[in-house]
């Protein structure tokens, strides 16, 4: 019974990790790249709600013809 808290612990604990080592890896991305003057979040396709509606938008998101 101990051994699967002590599993559970450490799983937890590693996503945890993992997920802070993300979030600090691309945060720095983002702000090196708005420093430098080459803002990575504008190269995203934008979305919105009416868009993915109509077809066309989802073809001109993907880049389908």
């Given at each position: 019974?101990?051994?699967?808290?002590?599993s559970?612990k450490?799983?937890?604990?590693t996503?945890?990790?993992?997920l802070?080592i993300?979030i600090v890896?691309?945060?720095?991305?983002?702000?090196?790249?708005k420093v430098?003057?080459n803002?990575?979040?504008?190269?995203?396709?934008?979305?919105s709600?009416?868009?993915?509606i109509?077809e066309?938008?989802?073809?001109?998101?993907?880049?389908?013809?």
């Amino acid at each position: 019974m101990n051994n699967k808290k002590s599993s559970k612990k450490d799983s937890i604990d590693t996503i945890v990790i993992m997920l802070s080592i993300s979030i600090v890896f691309f945060g720095v991305m983002i702000m090196a790249g708005k420093v430098t003057g080459n803002d990575w979040l504008t190269l995203l396709p934008e979305v919105s709600w009416e868009n993915l509606i109509s077809e066309k938008a989802l073809k001109e998101l993907f880049y389908l013809k």
